[in-house]
């Protein structure tokens, strides 16, 4: 039986020098880190109303929106509010565009002391009042036909609470991490797979600061996802490493990095490669709801793969890793 | 590595046809399914962001029941003290959440700490022999302070949000058909989810309103111009109440208290005047407690007006021109056909025990769930085809057809798992399964790439195998362990459909791992076995 492999990507024992190109690696990669650090302390994030509070309502007007809806908009009192037309879901026979309109609303339930509702027991948020002017107000101008298709309102209270436990869960996520490596490698692996995984967390912050995409839960679990991913390319680079430093006990250190990291290249590529090809699917025909979180994840192994090679690996060069400690003891050496 | 023992054969295969039995339901049309064994009617259970719906956080104001509950502590302290004797007190009001009070008399601060001794316990009837209610403290020489327990304060709270639920169910869905979500969340709130709500500010109406009702004889004072002027500033005696009336014309002075209150009632429903065939109103019953009272308080007040009050206005305020005895009456007070409807039902359904606020909201229409399903699917598929491609360019087409196989297996494993553990398929899920997709393979990868290395270093096929496998098992473990805690970690602090990722995600990882060390090892071992291959096609 004759089988075929038409692909060998790379030659069967690649001599990369990832390892002499550190220095440079290293610059560009604080570089990157400094610029998404500014981009992201000038320019901030376009967060989400999961994080800031506020109100996303699409409106129908049974025909083409007219085109004076932001001015509208803007006369009922919300100057910050952004309005676009969207497509109708195509599984509707709907032929005419709605309107989004977005809202950023931090206040908090201020309204319990001036109470100045008469409808005394209707315990409203200022997102479900905002809601309800916007409403109200578009029916005003353009006639009782205005519906609302759907709407999401998150108040200042509950997008508190949703900013800490994001923060919480990438936190918690990258401590569990390093006890976990901690314990099955060496310390100095547990700090340098943490240092990529915070270079790869940092720059996508910074992409996202500085393409303006929008910031919200779903972005948290990308982020996650990255470091789940980013992490896993480092762990099989680490693995190998520990594995040749038992193999070669004469050989330098710096040249026990790069033949692991040249070892492994085939399969980092491999799987960046299948990876990738599933998100990039993802991204142009998965819809609106899930572009900004594939586009983090395409970011994600692309930062991920890069940090594997160049940031986890000399991290332990820096970190002066020695042989001989304990580099797994629960593996047979064949 | 590559012996299998027959029984292990068995398993591993039967696992598999297990998992291709609980997918399979997914694949086939609802109306077919209908007709199979229900143990396999079981499929993925699609999000409220996927089938479209209404999704409610609700807060649960405990403050004022916490409010109202140290109020009527401090009426029991009056209570317990005027009935020791008349015991005096310079003050006795409400402080942080604390009755506080000070005794006017230095003769009577004993017999008044002895009587704060005998402040009635509140009795729950759920809870028989329940914790100390009160606990009392002696500031100073003739100052005290009572407050609530932790325990009872708890069991407030408890009770506040296992009432509002059981409301908020019978308010929403009275004749119980629609699948409802209605769980705790947190300390104080509740999560709503309606599937498919289509009349939201409806269903929000009905969270709006607590549906207070309660009958109180009005005040003569009403007729007299001083005291409404008085009483519409807030001033009256303790023993009245102030309301507006609910069409906005003026408002009554009314007695305060009440036995007859909307636990009265017994049932609700709309009609119309039995003279005025025009006018919807609401008929209600009374059960038969209330009946006797209302029986006595109507025989006892012949003349007199009584009002209505719902939420803190008056709707109507008829005379007793005859004792009703019956227990049954009606409502009048301008209604439409439809606010009648909505009256009954939310009597029917019982008073909230607190007001709910709306913090967040998400509504999906089922269209735009519809739409993401199909995205989803073709993006899926698409990833599927893409990566198989791959990985046959790549392998060749032995090895890259094992690796699919383990693939395809891997996504309906997946499948299997998701309907068996009845957890819910979220739009972000979709994206954990697509990634799955892309990821999955890795672990195949990895092994291929060792068996590749092992047989470039001049090891006969069999044992390049079999060392391959051996040598990629801790990397695959350790790679996927760090990934799992990522997700758990997601799971752990993530909500609603964040939640649904993380589930995805984890499965996929178990699955992937599974196929590909375990799944795809059989298969490669079975066609060693069969072949005995010189060469590797690798």
Known sequence: MKDISLVKLLPMEPKIPFISARMIAGV???????????????????????????????????????????????????????????????????????????????????????????????????????????????????????????????????????????????????????????????????????????HDVLLTIGVFSLTGIEFNLSIIAAILTIVGYSLNDTVIVYDRIRENLRKYKKMPMPDVLNLSINDTLSRTIMTSVTTLLALIALYILGGDGLRGFSFAMIWGVIVGTYSSIFVASPMLLLLKLKRGGNTGGERKED | MLYFSKWKTITILGLVALGFLFALPNAIPKKKLETWPPSLQRTINLGLDLQGGAHMLLEVDLTSVLEQETENLRDSVRGALQEAGRIRTEYLRVEDGAVVGKFRNADEVNAGYAALDNVPEQIDPRQLAGPKDSRIERVGTDRFSVTITDEKLEAVKERTIDQSIEVLGRRIDPNGTTELTLVKEGKDRILLQVPGAKNIDEIKARINKTANLSFHLVDPDSFNAGAMRLASEGRMKPSQAFYLNADGGGGLIVERRTKITGECLKSASEGLHPERQNDPIVNFGFNLRCTRLFSELTVRNMGQQFAVVLDEEIITAPRI????????????????????????????????????????????????????????????????????????????????????????????????????????????????????????????????????????????????????????????????????????????VGSGPIRGFAVTLAIGIVMSVFTAVIVARLFTATWLRSRRPKALPI
Do not use: C
Not at chain 2, 333 to 359: D, H, W
Not at chain 2, 436 to 445: E, K, L, S
């Open chain 2, 321 to 492: 021109n005859n004792p009703i005895t019956g227990g049954n009456g009606f409502i009048e007070g301008g209604f439409t056909l439809q606010s009648a409807q909505e009256l009954a039902l939310l009597l029917n359904a019982g008073s909230l025990p607190a007001k709910l606020k709306i913090v967040e909201e998400r509504t999906v229409s089922a269209e735009l769930g519809e739409d993401s399903i199909n995205a989803g699917k073709i993006a899926s598929i698409i990833g599927l085809v893409g990566v198989a491609i791959f990985m046959w360019l790549s392998y060749g087409l032995r090895f890259g057809t094992i690796a699919n196989m383990a693939l395809t297996i891997n996504i309906m494993l997946i499948m299997a798992a998701l309907s068996l553990f009845g957890s819910t398929l979220t739009l972000p899920g979709i994206a954990g399964i697509i990634l799955t997709i892309g990821m999955a393979v890795d672990a195949n990868v990895l092994i291929f790439e060792r068996i590749r290395e092992e047989a470039h270093n001049g090891r006969p096929p069999v044992n390049a195998i079999e060392t391959g496998y051996r040598l990629s098992l801790a990397p695959i473990l350790d790679a996927n362990i760090t990934t799992f805690i990522a997700a758990v970690v997601l799971y752990l």
């Open chain 1, 28 to 198: 560009l990669s604080v570089i990157l880190i400094v610029a998404s650090m500014v981009l992201f302390a000038t320019k901030n994030l376009n967060y989400g109303i999961d994080f800031t509070g506020g109100v996303v309502a699409e409106m129908d007007f049974k025909e083409q929106p007219p085109l004076d809806i932001r001015a509208a908009v803007a006369d009922l009192g919300f100057e910050g509010a952004t309005v676009q037309n969207i497509d109708p879901p195509k599984s509707s026979d709907v032929k005419y565009q709605y309107v989004r309109v977005g809202l950023k609303l931090q206040a908090d339930d201020a309204s319990s002391g001036s109470d100045d509702t008469v409808d005394s027991d209707a315990a409203i948020n200022p997102q479900q009042a905002a809601l309800i002017r916007l409403t109200d107000g578009l029916r005003e101008e353009y006639g009782d036909q205005v519906e609302r298709r759907s709407q999401e309102t998150v108040s200042g209270k509950v997008s508190g609470e949703l900013r800490q436990k994001g923060l919480l869960a990438i936190l918690s996520a990258l401590v569990m991490i390093m006890i976990y490596i901690a314990f099955r490698f060496e310390w100095q692996f547990a700090v340098g797979a943490v240092a990529a995984l915070v």
